[in-house]
């Protein structure tokens, strides 16, 4: 089955930084196109970053512009979030999603996802 | 940026109500219309993808329907496990959510 595991959340200070983690597995990785996309506490969800099957194409919420960067790694079914020059408004659980169709058409799975905090 | 409006942000409903939540979008990007189940301390579940499909494994009293820059999502016949916030999405923009719960 369909699994996507986040991990790599935590504690930062202000201006820190935070490399976060999603392993799949349960279906052909390169396939397909993945995201980020986090949800502050107590609010709704916000589209991050998306990634395309061979990293040709990536795309980013104004938001996080210049300051994070979607990778993968298909050989080993890997997506990351590389997070820089973090600001308290980056504090949310960050979940990784596989995009059915590419290019953020849906989101058919989810990880669990990963808590960020941003806090001095 | 498409900007997307859901109504009501709340409601209360009895398990066997039928429940409706419209999805407005700001412009008509002609893109699919999505609709999501989160309940509380889960991630969300996609509900029904390109406005009108259901996803593989979810119920049929799901459903949702709509064109252009309106689209509704109906519940036709609330049960226990239907009580959670419900989003639609649209490209890279989700609605503020609806949070149906127990009258």
């Known amino acids: 089955q369909v699994q996507l595991v986040e991990s790599g959340g935590g504690l930062v200070k202000p201006g820190g930084s935070l490399r976060l983690s999603c392993a799949a597995s349960g279906f052909t990785f390169s396939d397909y196109y993945m995201t980020w996309i986090r949800q502050a506490p107590g609010k709704g969800l916000e589209w991050v970053s998306y990634?395309?099957?061979?990293?040709?194409?990536?795309n980013y919420a104004d938001s996080v512009k210049g300051r994070f960067t979607i990778s993968r790694d298909n050989a080993k079914n890997s997506l990351y979030l590389q997070m820089s020059s973090l600001r308290a408004e980056d504090t949310a659980i960050y979940y990784c999603?596989?995009?059915?169709?590419?290019?953020?058409?849906?989101?058919?799975?989810w990880g669990q996802g990963t808590l960020v905090t941003v806090s001095s | 940026d498409i900007q997307m409006t859901q109504s009501p942000s709340s409601l209360s409903a009895s398990v066997g109500d039928r429940v409706t939540i419209t999805c407005q979008a700001s412009?008509?990007?002609?893109?699919?219309l999505n609709w999501y189940q989160q309940r509380p301390g889960k991630a969300p579940k996609l509900l029904i993808y390109?406005?009108?499909k259901l996803e593989a494994g979810v119920p049929s009293r799901f459903s949702g329907s709509g064109s252009g820059t309106h689209f509704t999502f109906t519940i036709s016949s609330l049960q226990p496990e239907d009580f959670a916030t419900y989003y639609c999405q649209q490209v890279f923009t989700f609605g503020p959510g609806t949070k149906v719960d127990i009258k």
């Open positions: 412009q008509d990007f002609s893109n699919s």
């Open positions: 990634i395309s099957i061979s990293s040709s194409y990536t």
């Open positions: 999603a596989r995009d059915r169709e590419g290019g953020a058409t849906s989101f058919d799975y």
């Open positions: 390109d406005t009108s």
